[in-house]
């Protein structure tokens, strides 16, 4: 079970699991028995030893706040969760430098927020799909490409935020991917007229339809992370100021 405990007065954060008395096993050459020595630890007697006599919290994790920089697979990666004391929210960042290295926690107090820095067709499978689904009809890269262009206009001209959100999750926290409304999808498939003829319309029609809702026609929307830490003014006021971490962003969930 895990736990998330905070000191109050240090300001600190320690995430108690059931690995904490694991012990390490060091790089080292096998002792002629043919045993690797162990090295015994206890990572929240550490932690309960260092801050004995300081008031201590439990910290409850908020569901879905979870964020990272990376795929949810990577074991190196930078990932921030918020969690809560009942009367105030802090933002968890969780994070290591080396795979053999433990995870890191540190509290910070204040939020973050996401901005979306681009939403785009997924141009390289779309040509990739065209290409295998029309193996006996083949059709030109001239006009794949022009398909694609046309796509890409098309997605400029509506407001990103107002299309729906499709419920799989991506691999990366900060892919998410939204499929095209109708006003879009009739944009795309009277303009696609200029383009093919006869039956490679109808063909790239049943493409559209196929694929709309839950592959390559799907838009992908990338976003960044924007730390907000609140500081104390000389009057010992809270004030909200950006993270040097990353580069000031904003949500656009």
Known sequence: ??????????NTVFMKTPFDQEPEYPLAPLSPRGVT????????????????????EDLTVIEDSYV??????????????????????????KFRE??????????????????????EVQAREIEKQIAKEFTERPISKNKIDSFIRLFDHILGTVV?????????ESSNPLEIYYKMDELMLMH????????????????????????KDDGVLLLKATFKIEVIERA??????????????????????
């Open 160 to 168: 990103a935020r107002n299309l729906e959100r499709i419920a799989e």
């Open 232 to 253: 104390k003014t000389k009057n010992n006021v809270l004030v909200a100021t950006p993270s040097i971490e990353r580069e000031k962003v904003s949500g656009m969930m």
């Open 188 to 211: 795309l498939l009277r303009n696609c007229r200029y383009i093919f003829k006869g039956q490679e319309y109808l063909d790239i029609e049943k493409f559209v339809h196929r694929h």
């Open 98 to 119: 080396k795979i053999d290295e433990p995870l890191s926690y540190e509290l910070i107090a204040g939020d973050y927020s996401l901005k979306c820095m681009s939403v």
């Open 1 to 10: 079970m895990h736990q998330l405990v905070r000191c109050v007065r240090c």
């Open 68 to 93: 990272s920089d990376k795929d949810y697979i990577e074991p190196v990666k930078l990932s921030y969760f918020r969690a809560t004391n009942g009367k105030e929210n802090f933002v968890i960042k």
């Open 37 to 56: 020595e162990s090295t015994e630890r206890d990572d929240f007697k550490d932690f309960m030893r260092n801050h004995a006599g300081h008031p201590l």
